[in-house]
């Protein structure tokens, strides 16, 4: 006998889990994650939990508005997320300092120039003033974008949150248990396999991060979405030598509540290859005691390396697939799928409850693509 949900989402990683716990807050039933492995261990395991629109923002537009949007949702969420689940998600409002190093002057007053004509909050700080605000940091700087408002969290305590949140509202979660295939009929999903059984359902939601496109390929469609390996170094420190995140030219550091640094990041194209490499450490550990001399003879912890997915326009796919009812697609975060988790989370929960989402995604479309 087949097993019967309402909704099944493919994949358990911070757009799984955020899809299924606003669906479930906003009073669906019969909600069930499939995760191949386990809950949140991917991408989103590996992950930065920077929530830098500004820093990062390419400029005006809607993908920027929708980063926007993202960072506000952090605020609520996180007093939410305690409440429901006992876990602090340590979102932390330090802002984020883009070091101007020589030559990128340019770039930083264009930067601050159009984040001004918005209305956003951004600084421009000399060296006396960045060396004010990070002592740690080293002398040899042109000056700083300071932006308050761009924050982080802790990207694992994130997911694990949603992910008990979503079980105290009574979403399934079946982990060890990877989708293989979909029941397709009549040019609607019906529901999908796995190894061991046919699970029927309403609505099927692809969130398998860099492994959607492998699955859509059972439907014959081909998802321009393929892994860009991002490695970390790891340290951690009794006294933190840093009270913000701070970004170089070639990465940036990141503190934690913990004492913890991590060292960020490579953008490599491998395919699949989760591995660290001695030229990724050798990189990151090399523009980090650049940036924060005192780091040298601290000592190495750790490492690890994770797979964001890369859509070829590197913005995001969150909705319909054409020409499969029933069929939704919620990936293509690339480096920012922390931010964008729980805002695709709630628009993709608004467009199947409520059949239209508050923030419009047609330039997220998949439709966008042709080929598809
Ligand atoms: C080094 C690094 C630094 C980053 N820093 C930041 C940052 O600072 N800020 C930010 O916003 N973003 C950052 N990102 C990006 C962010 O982590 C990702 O965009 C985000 O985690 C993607 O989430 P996801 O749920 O789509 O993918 P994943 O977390 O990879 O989750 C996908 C899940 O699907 C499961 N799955 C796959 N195939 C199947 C199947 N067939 N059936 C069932 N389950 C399946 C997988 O096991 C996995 O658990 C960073 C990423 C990396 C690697």
Request: net charge negative; glycine share 12%.
């Amino acid at each position: 006998m087949a097993r019967i949900a309402d909704i099944i989402i493919i994949g358990g990683g911070v757009i799984g889990c955020s899809i299924a716990y606003y669906l479930a807050r906003a009073g669906a039933t019969r909600i069930l994650v499939l995760e191949k492995w386990r809950i949140g261990n991917e991408a989103s395991w590996a992950s930065a939990g920077m929530l830098a629109p500004q820093a990062e923002g390419p400029g005006p537009g809607p993908f920027l508005d929708l980063c926007l949007m993202g960072k506000e949702l952090f605020g609520p969420l996180s007093e939410e997320l305690k409440e429901r689940s006992g876990i602090d998600i340590e979102y932390l409002k330090w802002g984020i300092l883009s070091l101007i190093e020589e030559g990128g002057e340019e770039e930083a007053q264009a930067r601050r120039a159009w984040q001004e004509r918005l209305g956003l909050r951004v600084e421009w700080l000399w060296p006396k003033e960045v060396r004010r605000l990070e002592p740690g940091l080293k002398k040899e700087i042109t000056g700083a974008l300071f932006f308050p408002d761009d924050h982080h969290v802790d990207n694992r305590e994130l997911v694990r949150a949603l992910s008990e949140a979503c079980r105290s509202l009574g979403v399934l979660f079946l982990e060890g248990t990877p989708a293989v295939g979909f029941i397709f009929d009549d040019e609607a999903v019906q529901g999908v396999t796995t190894p061991q059984e046919v699970i029927l359902g309403r609505v099927v939601v692809l969130a398998a991060g860099c492994w959607s496109a492998e699955l859509l390929t059972r439907l014959g469609r081909r998802l321009p979405v393929k892994p860009a390996r991002g490695q970390i170094v790891y340290t951690e420190l009794p006294d933190l030598p840093l009270r913000h995140v701070v970004w170089g030219r070639d990465g940036y550091i990141v503190p934690r509540l913990n004492g913890g640094l991590l060292i960020g990041s490579t953008v490599e194209f491998v395919g699949f290859d989760k591995g660290v490499t001695l030229e990724g450490v050798r990189r990151l550990t090399t523009m980090a005691v650049d940036l924060v001399p005192g780091l040298a003879d601290r000592p190495f912890i750790t490492a690890w390396a994770g797979l964001r997915p890369h859509s070829e326009d590197t913005l995001p796919l969150i909705g319909p697939l054409p020409g499969v009812e029933g069929l939704l697609v919620a990936t293509g975060h690339f480096r920012n799928g922390i931010l964008l988790g729980p805002l695709t989370g709630k628009l993709l929960a608004e467009l199947i409850v409520e059949g239209k989402p508050s923030f419009p995604l047609e330039a997220f479309s998949p439709a966008r693509f042709d080929h598809l």
